[in-house]
């Protein structure tokens, strides 16, 4: 199967699931044999029957400092200081619904956008001022989530950050209701569009699903003097999707054995942007940045415009591309960002359907009619992305991406390398050095894996025999040749799509900061499910 034939795969399997989920009662994911079926215990709402384009798209507000503090670990440098509260919410989705309970971070889902200056650090307090029980189903059967440990627990990591360990939301530090921890966050990095979301060991999929999520954005002079479209006319763009039962409270699937809720995926029916159900963005005919996140648990999302215009994007999961890449589709899997030029220049007067998956309608842009001078500018060459050379690689380690059933064979455990989370370290790499991965994955699912701290470039995916590899002894038989990455890969990444069947070969210099950080596949539910590992960067 070609990569164009997976993501076809993909595609009808989600749409059938968009089309067909809403009225079942129960309801098989058509997506492996072993997988469990899904129950929906509560009639699902249908996003259908809503009236489509009412509400305005919500833009993020962005997070203001309340003071500036002194820097740990020298107090007489002061740095701006935030104060991050998570709270239980009621806010409204689409103008026709009922207000919907989530958790939010200072009072809005997503939360406020903080916004850094690279090489400026900042100091966020997260406080956890969240009710002491929890609204979604918790599967006391999954690690770290075992029935003695308190319901509800945050810790935040701020996803593409190049932080210290001890502040990376590391997912046992999670700490409870009217406890806080104050992270610094140096951000010395490029300009990317960075995210912060929970990450709570065992419940992060639940504490995401309730909200828990917001993105952050490092910017530097390099990408400043590029004169791209700022200020109104950059939009954050947060897409996830949710199912809502008929009281517009949002429902997460279980399945059918009561004790043992967890799913191994979830595909709402509703999507989300900003918050909102089908919003619209009153546009000028002109040129717009969008600063666009897949912050799905579980979906992949494949965008497009109604009037099937190409845009291009200029950047990736940790900044920009070498060069702006034209395309018709913009495929995002969980814990990806795309940064997107759309060019509305043409259109005066038009109104343009954001759809996801070629058919379901996400938002509308209402283009006006205004006469306007466009003094942004698109180069045609961005940010240089250097290639690291294979050669300065001093190891290479094989991973495989697997999954077995449990002892009781009613559900699936995903597993990175065959290891549970509790297992020893065995990914170590030292500090500076140069190390390819191999991701190898067995298993029929695509699986977004995400390394902490570091940034990294995709070298090629190749097609292999998974039986084999599994059956006889890790025996390797290629199946294909190595295809190198998309050309919206190119740039530096932190999130990669291990497709099926494929191992995608990745390479990083771990720059940074030694200590405990994690690697893990970014659908949630699979993270939940010890498909995440810690790894060690041993100082030198
Ligand atoms: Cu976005 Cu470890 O996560
Ligand atoms: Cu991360
Ligand atoms: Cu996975």
């Given at each position: ?120 650090g900042v100091l966020v307090e997260w406080a956890n001022q969240l009710p002491k029980s929890h609204f ?165 999302f494949h965008l497009s415009m109604s009037t099937n215009q190409t845009f291009q994007q200029i950047g ?225």
């Amino acid at each position: 199967m070609t990569r164009n034939n997976v993501n076809q795969t993909l595609t009808t399997r989600r749409t059938f699931l968009q089309n067909g989920a809403m009225s079942m009662a129960l309801l098989a994911l058509p997506q492996s044999a072993h997988h469990r079926p899904v129950v929906m215990a509560r009639p699902v709402f249908d996003p259908n029957t809503l009236t489509p384009f009412v509400d305005a798209l919500p833009i993020p507000k962005v997070a203001r400092p309340t003071d500036s503090r002194p820097i740990p670990g020298n107090t007489k440098q002061k740095a701006p200081y935030y104060r991050m509260a998570m709270q239980q919410v009621e806010t409204k989705v689409h103008r026709d619904m009922k207000p919907t309970r989530q958790w939010a971070v200072d009072s809005t889902v997503p939360g406020p956008t903080l916004e850094a200056q690279s090489g400026q650090g900042v100091l966020v307090e997260w406080a956890n001022q969240l009710p002491k029980s929890h609204f979604l189903p918790i599967d006391h059967h999954l690690h770290g989530a075992e029935a003695e440990k308190p319901d509800v627990r945050t810790v935040i990591h701020l996803h593409g950050g190049r932080v210290p360990a001890a502040v990376d939301g590391y997912p046992e530090d999670w700490f409870i209701p009217g406890k806080s921890a104050t992270y610094f966050y140096p951000n010395t990095q490029d300009a990317a569009t960075l995210w912060y979301h929970d990450h709570t060991l065992g419940i992060n999929r639940l504490n995401v699903y309730a909200g828990l999520l917001g993105l952050c954005i490092v910017r530097d002079s390099f990408e400043s003097a590029l004169n791209l479209p700022s200020g109104k006319y950059e939009i954050p763009l947060v897409l996830y999707d949710r199912f809502f039962d008929q009281d517009s409270q949002l429902y997460y699937p279980v399945s059918p054995v009561e004790s043992k809720p967890w799913i191994p995926e979830l595909f709402g029916n509703a999507i989300l942007a900003n918050g909102k159900l089908l919003p619209y963005l009153d546009v000028e005919p002109r040129k717009y940045r969008f600063r666009v996140l897949n912050g799905a648990n579980g979906r992949f999302f494949h965008l497009s415009m109604s009037t099937n215009q190409t845009f291009q994007q200029i950047g990736t999961d940790q900044g920009l591309l070498p060069a702006p890449v034209t395309i018709r589709i913009c495929s995002l899997a969980p814990g990806e960002r795309a940064d997107l030029i759309l060019d509305f220049t043409d259109h005066a007067g038009e109104q343009i359907v954001l759809k996801n998956d070629m058919l379901a309608p996400v938002m509308l842009f209402r283009v006006s009619k205004a006469k306007v001078t466009d003094e942004s500018t698109v180069p045609s060459t961005l940010r240089p992305v250097p290639k690291i050379a294979e050669s300065e690689a001093v190891k290479t380690r094989s991973l495989m991406l697997g999954e077995i059933n449990d002892l009781h064979g009613d559900s699936v455990t995903m597993l990175l390398n065959n290891s549970h989370w509790n297992m020893p370290v065995t990914e170590n790499p030292t500090l500076d050095s140069v190390e390819i991965w191999n991701l190898i994955n067995v298993t029929d699912d695509a699986h977004p894996i995400h390394l902490h701290m570091v940034r990294f470039q995709i070298l090629d995916r190749r097609r292999f025999d998974a039986f084999a590899y599994q059956n006889e002894n890790n025996l390797l038989r290629y199946r294909g040749n190595p295809i190198p990455p998309e050309p919206i890969e190119a740039g530096w990444k932190d999130t990669v799509r291990a497709d099926p069947g494929m191992i995608t070969r990745i390479i990083t210099k771990f720059e940074g900061y030694p200590g405990r950080f994690v690697w893990h596949c970014h659908i949630l539910e699979h993270e939940d499910n010890e498909m995440m590992r810690p790894y060690d960067v041993l100082p030198k």
